[in-house]
């Protein structure tokens, strides 16, 4: 059977949104190592948009492949993987010309390979289909993102500013950072999705709890909130994990 040219056209739509993902990552990678973090995150949260559009678009046009399943796990990997990890790496102090070599600055780089086998396992494990099983790689990303963002358009010098400052400043905390996100990716706990199969508030009840204290706390604390609204919806995901076993 002959496929025209505009039904061609019409199934790469989803994929080139997809590596318009993969390019802001792969562009936020490169403004880490020139010491521009803001504009690395905002990219990131330019492919996070990307990725949320280039699977409504596979599914408006009923176009969806095993080809654009992978391709979405691809561009992730460096949009949510790798780019935070740099960003994470930048704050321990793997890019600074002025301090002798220490591991410890690199050790952020395992968000990576964590990421890859977390995108990895989601894309054969059939019990993902409603909520995730581990963290999912944009809330990893969200949290790295969160930081010079933070850092370039909040007040840092009281308040919890002066928390994310010192946090920023700290390899230590950095470093423990990105090891136990690493963990939570490829861990066991369940993770709710924000997807609501109906408007009720029975069976959505995480799912409106948190976004209701997301919009309360982002009135109130604005960029600063994002950390936050993450360890929020870290713990009652916990709840969620030993309530609906």
């Not at 562009?27 to 990219?43: E, G, K, P, R």
């Not at 699977?55 to 935070?84: C, T, W, Y």
């Amino acid at each position: 059977m002959l496929i025209s040219p505009q039904m061609n056209i019409k199934s790469q739509i989803p994929n080139v949104i997809t590596l318009g993902n993969l390019l802001c990552g792969a562009f936020s990678v490169y403004f880490v190592t020139q010491n521009n973090l803001a504009l690395a995150a905002i990219l990131i949260l330019a492919g996070a948009f990307l990725d949320f559009f280039d699977g409504m678009s596979a599914r408006l046009l009923k176009v969806s492949g095993e080809l654009g399943k992978q391709l979405d796990s691809l561009a992730d990997l460096i949009s949510f993987g790798l780019a935070p990890a740099f960003i994470a790496m930048h704050f321990a102090g793997a890019f600074a010309n002025d301090v002798a070599f220490s591991i410890w600055a690199f050790t952020p780089v395992i968000i990576a390979p964590f990421a890859a086998y977390r995108l990895a396992k989601f894309n054969i494990d059939t019990r993902q289909t409603s909520d995730f099983i581990g963290m999912a790689t944009p809330s990893n990303a969200l949290f790295w993102l969160s930081i010079p963002l933070i850092l370039a358009y909040s007040n840092t010098e009281s308040g919890l500013g002066t928390v994310y400052l010192h946090f920023s400043e700290s390899v230590l905390a950095v470093n423990i950072a990105a090891v136990f996100i690493s963990i939570l990716m490829v861990s066991e706990i369940r993770f709710f999705s924000l997807k609501f199969n109906s408007l009720k508030w029975s069976g959505n009840e995480f799912r409106y709890v948190l976004i209701l204290s997301s919009i309360i706390l982002l009135f109130v604390f604005h960029v600063q909130a994002l950390p936050i609204i993450l360890l929020l919806y870290f713990i009652l995901s916990l709840i969620y994990h030993f309530t609906r076993k």
